[in-house]
């Protein structure tokens, strides 16, 4: 506490130039009614009605039915997506996402991999890509079984509803980013559906800002009985892809990866609009030892967290449906609470709505790591239109304590100690909305255009 008085006294007075946030408010107005618009009831309609198709594996492909197994219930979604693409104004497309996934060491044979996936073409071309990603197929106690049921209410139909139910809510409006709503195939046999799809957005450059996963969001309560209605998980990574350890150390940015970022984005957002609702931001890429889709888009290097519910029962997942002991095990529709799944839902909404108006986040920042200087020297390429914050923290706090408006300035020097603080920036529009923050690449001053090696010299 005596640090965060110490320093925060000194930022205000020792702003470099002239700062000033001037920030109007937010237009919240339009997210706050998608987010009251999300259903429990529909949700529930849907997730029972992914259930009915009786097994969503992703060797049921070959049942060629349209009333059971994953070929069934993929015709299904699409269906759906298109009633929503109806009332987007032609914004909205449909289409499927497929390939033949050869033979590997833990599936039996070739099998055609085949997602659903809607795209709501976002009002600006050259805005991040957002995604929000489900898993439909399923699976019992057997990975490659197709005959037996596996009925997949939490995992992941949950998902796949709060994927449906934000699209329907969301797909009337306008947005300046483009948003992707995914319902993967082959999650459980390796990410397939999800591996494909972020390759092909890979090979096609798209400048994909962030991937929020949801898998297992159906139900609140633990092993034991009690409940915890008002929680969500939210797992990000601490090192993006291929980063370099040493660099990483160097830098202090092992937790500041942009997936991180993005997770305390969300976090922002869900406290804003769904404020009953508490984001537990954990700091692991997935549980422990397992994965999710949110890895095929960390993988290429493009952030990306997952959404999971506070616990799991593992009687409910990837089990058989059968009773023992007068237990039930299997993945069934009674064991979830569609109010916590709306609330699920309504926290992607939020944070979605309000990533795909964000303005995009500043480029190019630098923190001078000059080592004999007192203080912290930031450099960005400031846009037309767009003023900007510093965020900081103590090295040891979780999530971002301080904000500093600096105002339209790309260059600023703080006495905040980069030495025992953590720094970020994040931009601001004409109407308020923040983008995700950006931790500073480290840069040397001689030769850094932009960064002096003498400013610091005359604090
Ligand atoms: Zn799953």
């Known amino acids: 506490m005596t640090f965060r008085r110490l320093f925060a006294a000194a930022v205000s007075a020792m702003l470099c130039g002239t700062g000033g946030a001037g920030a109007s408010p937010a237009p919240d107005d339009g997210i706050a009614a998608m987010v009251s618009g999300v259903s429990p009831a529909r949700l529930r309609t849907i997730d029972e009605t992914l259930v009915g198709f009786g097994t969503r594996n992703l060797f049921s492909e070959s049942l060629h039915s349209q009333t059971r197994g994953v070929f069934a219930a993929r015709d299904w979604i699409r269906a759906q997506f298109e009633r929503i693409a109806a009332t987007s104004g032609g914004r909205m497309t449909v289409a499927f996402d497929e390939y033949l996934q050869p033979k590997t060491a833990y599936t039996p044979r070739d099998v055609e991999v085949s997602s659903v996936i809607a795209t709501l073409r976002g009002t600006d071309p050259s805005a991040p890509v957002y995604v929000m990603s489900s898993h439909y197929d399923s699976r019992n106690s057997h990975g490659n079984d197709a005959t037996k049921d596996a009925p997949g209410a939490d995992d992941n139909g949950s998902a796949v509803s709060a994927v449906l139910e934000a699209a329907r809510v969301m797909a009337p409006h306008r947005f300046r980013s483009t948003i992707l709503f995914a319902a993967y195939d082959g999650e459980e046999q390796g990410l397939f559906g999800s591996a494909h799809h972020a390759k092909t957005l890979h090979d096609a450059q798209t400048n994909v800002g962030g991937d929020l996963n949801n898998d297992i969001v159906g139900a609140s309560t633990d092993w034991h009985g009690h409940d ?205 909305r923040r983008s995700v923050a950006v931790y500073p690449a480290l840069a040397r001053p001689k030769g850094t255009p932009g960064l002096s090696d003498s400013l610091c010299h005359t604090f």
């Open 228 to 432: 915890f209605p008002y929680v969500v998980r939210l797992y990000s990574e601490s090192l993006p892809a291929g980063a370099d350890v040493r660099s990483v150390d160097r830098a202090a940015s092992e937790n500041d990866a942009p997936s991180r970022e993005l997770a305390r984005f969300v976090q922002d957002a869900a406290a804003k609009f769904v404020p009953q609702m508490h984001v537990e931001l954990v700091f692991m890429e997935d549980r422990f030892g397992r994965g999710g889709d949110q890895q095929s888009f960390t993988d290429l290097g493009y952030p990306g967290v997952r959404f999971v519910e506070p616990y799991e029962d593992y009687n409910h997942q990837h089990q058989d449906v059968r009773v023992e002991h007068g237990v039930q095990y299997g993945d069934l529709p009674q064991f979830e609470d569609f109010a916590y799944l709306a609330r699920v839902t309504q926290v992607n909404v939020a944070a979605l709505a309000s990533l795909a108006d964000s303005p995009d986040p500043p480029q190019s920042v630098q923190m001078n790591a000059n080592g004999f200087c007192f203080g912290s020297e930031l450099r960005w390429n400031a846009s037309a239109g767009r003023s900007y914050e510093v965020l900081w923290r103590p090295t040891t706090a979780a999530d971002w304590e301080h904000v500093v408006p600096v105002g339209t300035q790309s260059h600023v020097f703080l006495r905040v100690d980069k030495d025992h603080a953590l720094l970020a920036v994040r931009s601001v529009d004409a109407q308020g």
